[in-house]
């Protein structure tokens, strides 16, 4: 099972594989003065370029697709009173689209101070 917790703040973006204690950062120009993300496009390509950079990398995984995630999304910045149901489901269809709906547990998550990794996966074990 891979976990996988992604931060998401004004024009940037980390993804961290929990099992692999492995981190990768991107940035791009996705947010406005009103929104965390405001171009949807351009913050799925900046999260689909990270997830394939932190992927495990096999020949059997490819051929079969069997990557499924468990992730945590967390809207870092731009978070005042919590996300409402437009920004939640902005979250939601940025990793489905990144991850082409690759995933089993998606879990959003709005706090200004990132989660731990043991924060995360009690977050997974309580869904």
């Known amino acids: ?3 996988l917790y992604i931060q998401v703040r004004k024009n940037h973006i980390t993804v961290r594989n929990i099992e692999r204690k492995q981190d990768v950062s991107g ?3 996705f947010s406005n003065q009103r929104l965390l993300i405001a171009d949807f496009f351009k913050a799925e390509k900046v999260l ?3 997830i394939e950079q932190i992927r495990p990398r096999s020949w ?3 051929l079969l697709r069997t990557d499924r995630f468990d992730i945590v ?3 870092l910045e731009m978070n005042e ?3 409402s149901q437009v920004e939640d489901r902005i979250l939601q269809e940025v990793v489905a689209g990144a991850t082409r709906m690759r995933y089993r547990r998606l879990i959003t998550h709005a706090q200004s101070t990132p989660l731990s ?5 009690a ?3 309580k869904r």
């Open 123 to 125: 977050l997974i074990a």
């Open 117 to 121: 990794d043991d924060a995360v996966m």
């Open 48 to 50: 689909w370029d990270l």
């Open 60 to 62: 059997l995984r490819k």
């Open 1 to 3: 099972m891979s976990v």
């Open 81 to 83: 009173g919590g996300l």
């Open 73 to 75: 999304i967390s809207a």
């Open 27 to 29: 940035s791009g120009a």
